[in-house]
């Protein structure tokens, strides 16, 4: 498809690309707070690498695939805790980013700064 400038891009489209983020992460089966941030590691990472995270969080092997194994620790991992995990290996994997490749600090502090703000609002959600 030819590149468009977002502010072209119709609403159908836009609720179209963001849906398949949030049902590819499988954001619909969590806790809100946990829903919230695999839709928006999604949206950033990809959704295997959402998934990524999640499996890193959970402390399981890193597929980046929904397998039987993530499914079952995520009975147990589905809430606010492991959303907070996640967001903390999001920040850890930043700083680790800039490290190996400086060239990246020009995005540093934009996205500490969309870490930082999902954390306080995870923060802010009920158990």
Do not use: C
């Amino acid at each position: 498809l030819p590149g468009l400038d977002v502010s072209q891009m119709s609403e159908t489209e836009l609720v179209e690309i963001y849906n398949s983020y949030w049902q590819g992460s499988e954001s619909s089966k969590m806790h809100p707070a946990l829903a919230i941030v695999m839709f928006d590691t999604a949206v950033n990472f990809g959704i295997n690498n959402s998934i990524t995270f999640l499996q890193q969080a959970l402390g399981l092997p890193q597929t980046g695939t929904f397998d039987q194994q993530t499914r079952e620790a995520l009975e147990q991992g589905n809430n606010q805790y492991t959303a907070l995990q996640i967001v903390n290996e999001r920040i850890l994997y930043r700083y680790k980013r800039v490290q190996e490749n400086p060239s990246q600090m020009a995005f540093f502090h934009g996205w500490l700064s969309r870490d930082y703000s999902l954390w306080g609002y995870v923060e802010k959600i009920k158990n």
